[in-house]
């Protein structure tokens, strides 16, 4: 499930697509559409929130220098 961070809808991946389908850019497109208002949900991929948790580590580590 995808909930829309601008109206809280809740979607499933498919219901997106419905609404991407006559965009050309559908395949390299990274956001999601929510079917409720519209809005754009930018796609966020295991390997990114694995990034962001190495990076707050790191982060961390530099800040105590
Ligand atoms: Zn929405």
Redesign the pocket.
């Known amino acids: 499930m995808i909930k829309?961070?601008?109206?809280?809808?809740e979607f499933n991946e498919k219901d997106t697509l419905k609404g991407c389908k006559t965009c050309p850019m559908t395949k390299v497109c990274n956001k999601y559409k929510?079917?409720?208002?519209?809005?754009h949900?930018l796609k966020e991929p295991k390997i990114i929130k694995q990034l962001k948790k190495w990076v707050s580590k790191i982060g961390f580590k530099n800040k105590n220098r």
């Open positions: 829309c961070s601008y109206c809280g809808y929510c079917p409720n208002c519209g809005f949900i």
